[in-house]
């Protein structure tokens, strides 16, 4: 077996095969500019351990590490954007428990080489839990959580708000597919945009309060 496959049994039952780092690069580089855009969001539904995901938070991090480096509360807030930014789902639960690994050592090897002793638990804390949220067992067709009684996915949207707050909102996964059966006639002649082109705008499930960034887990704990 190669790093691209970890059993025949895997492949033909899960079509479990994991893109190489050389492609994964050439495609995010046809959208380079969305990957290095802090508010963009990604949503991998068959993510495996990550292969794209953890470069998307690579070069997100790079920029906020350029731009806000030299203050440490301004990259641990832009952080909490950038992680909440990127969006994964996964039918086997090693791959999901592995990919939200492989993201959050990739903020700790750069947050604990900036700011050493003067990074903080609480930050990783913050970061471990949005990557709980984020990166989803799940199944991708049904669109619905793997359990024995499925339910529903809802992802979470993190906004950041004056500065070091934080709104939280839930969406169903359903309802973020524009082409899925159930949204087909979502596009209604006032959801148009400023450009004239239909406008796609869910409605949120879940309303949380606003919280500061490093009580988000906390304050929103479900
Ligand atoms: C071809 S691999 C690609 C993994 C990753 N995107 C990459 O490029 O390295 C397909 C992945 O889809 C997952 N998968 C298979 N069926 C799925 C489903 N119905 N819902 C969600 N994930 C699924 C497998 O577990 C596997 O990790």
Do not use: E, M
């Given at each position: 077996m190669n790093a691209q496959v970890k059993s025949k049994k895997r492949v033909s039952d899960h079509g479990e095969v994991f893109t190489r780092e050389r492609e994964v690069d050439a495609m995010l580089s046809l959208v380079k500019h969305e990957t290095e855009r802090i508010d963009s969001r990604f949503l991998e539904?068959?993510?495996?351990?990550g292969n794209f995901l953890v470069p998307i938070l690579e070069r997100k991090l790079s920029v906020v590490k350029r731009k806000y480096g030299k203050s440490q509360l301004e990259f641990e807030r832009y952080s909490v954007v950038v992680v909440g930014s990127i969006y994964g789902v996964d039918i086997m639960e090693d791959n999901v428990k592995l990919c939200r690994k492989r993201l959050f050592d990739t903020f700790d090897k750069h947050y604990t080489n900036l700011y050493?002793?003067?990074?903080?638990d609480a930050m990783r804390d913050i970061v471990s839990f949005v990557l709980e949220k984020n990166i989803l067992r799940g199944d991708a067709l049904s669109l619905k959580t793997v359990s024995k009684n499925p339910e529903p996915i809802i992802f979470s949207e993190w906004s950041p708000f004056n500065g070091s707050m934080i709104k939280r909102r839930g969406f169903l996964f359903e309802e973020l597919?524009?082409?899925?059966a159930k949204n087909i006639?979502?596009?209604?002649?006032?959801?148009?945009?400023d450009l004239g082109t239909p406008a796609f705008i869910p409605t949120p499930v879940k309303e949380y309060p606003l919280s500061h960034f490093l009580l988000l887990n906390y304050e929103n704990p479900n």
């Open positions: 539904p068959a993510c495996g351990t050493k002793d003067k990074s903080k597919i524009p082409n899925s006639d979502l596009f209604k002649k006032a959801d148009i945009s």
